[in-house]
């Protein structure tokens, strides 16, 4: 069966610092990998989604980048964290169906 | 372009009371419509989706219907519970885009 791991859970980083949120998917291949925020008290926002290896499009403009070194990997990143950045990240995998499956979260917040 | 707009929270009920949360879609073609649930610190479970025109999709006695002509899929359940108080998601997944849009969340707390 298909899972989508996601870590850390929860992270705390003060300003200026650098990011890395890793998520990856067991049991399929070539998955469309999508990664949201939800700030709080707001919904979801798409910020990157990747249909295949290197390929990377940017929803919005912002303080965070993305990449997808391998098929089954999904990587955000930012080289120096704003305070706009907390909030509550998900990863999410499309299967068949267009249903999608989350990832647990990573809860950030920057200090 | 393509939007969801669901109903504002918090939505407060008592235990067994009726439940409805409005959802209301834009979308250019025929877009597969689901509900998405968030409890308190996790991620997002699917909840129920419906794929075309006038399909009905329901899961754990929650029920939304695909109506076209109102651009609506509207969430209810009959009687709630103390653990159905989450925060339910609106989505909206348009092929051409290949993307899931989420309306922005509505909070529902039930009380005992």
């Known amino acids: 069966s298909q899972t989508i791991h996601q870590w850390p859970a929860t992270l705390v980083q003060p300003v200026g610092s650098p990011l890395s949120l890793e998520c990856t998917v067991e049991?399929?291949?070539?998955?469309?990998l999508y990664w949201y925020r939800q700030a709080a008290g707001r919904g979801l926002q798409l910020l990157f989604y990747s249909v295949g290896i290197g390929q990377i499009s940017s929803e919005v403009p912002q303080n965070l980048s993305a990449s997808r070194p391998q098929d089954r990997q999904f990587i955000l990143s930012s080289k120096k964290l704003l305070l706009s950045d907390s909030g509550f990240y998900l990863c999410?995998?499309?299967?068949?169906?267009?249903?999608?499956?989350f990832g647990s979260g990573t809860r950030l917040t920057v200090v | 372009g393509n939007s969801v707009t669901q109903m504002e929270g918090p939505v407060t009920l008592s235990e067994e009371a009726f439940l409805t949360i409005n959802c209301t879609y834009t979308?250019?073609?025929?877009?597969?419509l689901f509900w998405y649930v968030q409890y308190p610190g996790e991620g997002l479970q699917l909840l129920l989706k419906?794929?075309?025109?006038?399909d009905k999709g329901s899961n754990k006695g929650f029920e939304a219907t695909y109506r076209k002509e109102t651009t609506s899929f509207h969430l209810e359940k009959g009687s709630v519970q103390v653990s159905d108080s989450a925060v339910y998601f609106c989505?909206?997944?348009?092929?051409?885009?290949?993307?899931?849009?989420f309306g922005q969340g509505t909070e529902l707390s039930v009380k005992p």
């Open positions: 419906a794929t075309k025109a006038d």
């Open positions: 989505a909206l997944f348009y092929n051409q885009g290949g993307k899931l849009i």
């Open positions: 049991g399929t291949s070539n998955p469309n």
């Open positions: 979308a250019t073609g025929y877009p597969s």
């Open positions: 999410a995998w499309r299967g068949p169906n267009y249903g999608y499956t």
